[in-house]
């Protein structure tokens, strides 16, 4: 597992990104990358098995079996 990104480092991303930020938005940044990464992490965990991929879902195909 890798550690949370800091405040500062958040600043330093930024910056290296062209998107300097000002002093208040560093704990803000830093919080919502930190919220992404454990998103993405959580989803890499999951088995996803034989689900075929989105591209070879057909919408309106198929049989409806509902009662109205």
Not at 10 to 16: E, I, Q
Not at 39 to 58: C, K, M, N, Q, W
Request: charged share 20%; glycine share 10%; no cysteine.
């Amino acid at each position: 597992m890798t550690s949370e990104l800091t405040p500062q480092e958040a600043a330093r991303g930024a910056l290296r990104a062209g998107l300097p930020l000002t002093g208040d938005r560093h704990e803000g940044v830093a919080a919502t990358a930190n919220h992404i990464h454990s998103v993405i992490a959580t989803l890499r965990e999951l088995d996803f098995g034989d689900t075929p991929p989105a591209a070879s879902y057909r919408a309106g195909q198929g049989s409806v079996d509902a009662a109205v």
